[in-house]
């Protein structure tokens, strides 16, 4: 089958969920189609694992090790595609294998140039992965807003595109904001006007309208956006705000999304959501209420920890518990009495010293109080500090991350680490196996022995320690093959208190929660 595509840009502002609409075409047409989602972004890091989650959100890890937007996660979850680091295309690799083109001679005797070198060099990377990939449909998201100088050559790339797979191939969906201003109550169809207008000035018609409202857009003002847009009113559909980014493909069925997408593209797979329908009520309909602390210092900025946020979500679909996140800066943190009406403490993957003494405290307070306690990554190692200097008798353990002439590194560099020097993409990145002990709580949570999960981090728990620490009752239940790092580990006597290397929540699906946070959850409710 000839491959289709579809094209998603956003206008007037950032931030209206282009990635969870662009998920949710994705999870509308996938019950017959072979779905392949790209992401176009364009700042020129090569990846944003170099970025602050707190300026860019969290870093999506992948199967593969790639680093990737956190609209992966989107993807994943809602299309239910493994993603490769191949399809997250930044202005950086797209910078990077035009120079190594050029120094190669690809270019000989040519000016290299953003038209047609660059547009080129684009496709022809969107062409080569629908065809590794075999890709029915093809859903390219286009970062930023319309009208941003980064995102202006892939814009001229998509526009090119069309004259390249013809154009009964490939749709433009266009994200917009339609406003009700506060006294006029009124929908306003002004900024979706200008922005279409951005696009149309870029050679791009869009063929279906999304403006996101607090409200449906009434009939009026789809007929008034399609008159000046030049697209039919049935293809202006509402983007409600909605409490449950799961709802969103709900309301896009509702609005008449994918007969529009199939009548142009010519395609057919009606969408199957019955499933969803299901476990989205039962997130509306619970029956227990637990509050969960989450102890870290990005916890200003949600969308560093979104990955566990959903994995929140999925256990609440699934238990029909309500989840209240309580968000505690470690910072400075000295009140343990802010823990005692929790169910539960996560604290979750991190790096840096700021904030980590709170944490250990945190850590310490859930394994006195015995308080279900489930810790990623960072949080593992925090947790064998904290037990070895309060129950081995190591005053000043540490992780020669945070103290690095530590008397007791009990959390030490990973010896393959041990002599990168560069930043970028070096770190133990991706799915790795782990063997889980018989007889554990890991074990029991995940019913296999070998499990997978992604990972991203330097540091391991130092083997010269192992000893010590399992004398003293702490138990390795899971670790690599050759038994030489601690993948998951355990305390038998604690109600709930386990902790992982890796992030589980990275794979967690609406259908399927991670177990560990879904066992994690369930100790909360029994609490
Ligand atoms: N900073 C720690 C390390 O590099 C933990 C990383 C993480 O939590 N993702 O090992």
Request: contains cysteine; aromatic residues 8%.
């Amino acid at each position: 089958m000839q491959t289709k595509y579809i094209v998603v840009t956003g206008g007037v502002l950032s931030g209206l969920g282009k990635g969870i609409a662009a998920a949710s075409i994705g999870h509308l047409l996938s019950s017959k189609l072979k779905v392949i989602p790209i992401k176009c972004d364009g700042y020129l890091n090569l990846d944003p694992g170099t970025m602050n989650p707190y300026e860019h959100g969290e870093v999506f890890v992948l199967d593969d090790g790639g680093e990737v937007d956190m609209d992966f996660g989107h993807y994943e979850r809602f299309i239910g595609v493994t993603c490769k680091s191949k399809w997250n295309l930044t202005m950086g690799k797209v910078f990077d294998m035009i120079r190594q083109k050029e120094r190669r001679g690809d270019y000989l005797g040519k000016t290299v140039q953003y038209i047609p070198h660059v547009t080129d060099l684009i496709k022809e990377h969107i062409f080569e992965i629908a065809k590794e990939e075999e890709a029915d449909l093809v859903i390219i998201e286009i970062g930023g807003t319309v009208g941003d100088i980064e995102n202006e050559l892939f814009l001229e790339a998509m526009r090119q595109m069309k004259e390249d797979v013809g154009k009964e191939n490939i749709i433009y969906v266009h994200l917009t904001y339609v406003p009700i201003p506060h006294g006029v109550n009124e929908q306003k169809s002004k900024p979706t006007q200008q922005s279409v207008n951005l696009l149309k000035q870029r050679g791009i018609f869009p063929d279906i309208i999304i403006g996101r409202c607090s409200q449906f857009l009434s009939k009026e003002i789809k007929e008034k956006i399609a008159r000046f847009c030049d697209v039919s009113p049935n293809a202006v559909i509402t983007g409600l705000d909605v409490d449950d980014i799961y709802e969103i493909p709900l309301i896009f069925e509702q609005e008449g999304l994918p007969e529009i997408i199939h009548k142009r593209l010519n395609i057919y797979s009606p969408p199957n959501l019955t499933k969803w329908k299901t476990l989205i009520e039962n997130i509306r309909n619970p029956e227990a209420e637990v509050t969960i602390a989450m102890c870290g210092k990005y916890t200003r900025l949600e969308d560093s920890y979104a990955s566990i946020k959903e994995a929140f979500h999925h256990c609440s679909a699934h238990l029909k518990c309500k989840i209240n996140i309580k968000w505690v800066e470690t910072t400075n943190f000295s009140d343990p009495t802010l823990l005692e009406d929790v169910d539960g403490i996560l604290v979750p993957g991190g790096f840096g010293t700021r904030g980590t003494e709170g944490k250990i405290e945190v850590i310490r307070y859930a394994r006195e109080h015995n308080k279900p306690f489930l810790g990623i990554c960072f949080g593992l190692q925090l947790a064998v500090i904290e037990f070895s200097r309060n129950v081995c008798g190591l005053k000043d353990a540490s992780s020669t991350e945070l103290d690095p002439s530590t008397p007791h590194p009990v959390i030490d560099i990973l010896p393959e680490q041990r002599n990168v020097l560069q930043k970028g993409g070096t770190m133990r990145l991706g799915s790795y196996e782990a063997v889980l002990k018989p007889d554990t709580l890991v074990r029991q949570l995940y019913g296999a022995e070998v499990v997978s999960e992604r990972h991203r981090h330097r540091y391991e728990v130092n083997p010269n320690y192992h000893d010590l620490l399992t004398s003293k009752g702490m138990v390795f239940s899971g670790t690599s093959k050759d038994e030489r790092l601690v993948e998951f580990l355990e305390l038998p006597n604690h109600r709930f208190f386990l902790a992982t290397q890796a992030h589980p929540e990275l794979k967690s699906r609406l259908e399927r929660p991670a177990p560990l946070f879904y066992g994690f959850i369930k100790a909360c409710m029994e609490n």
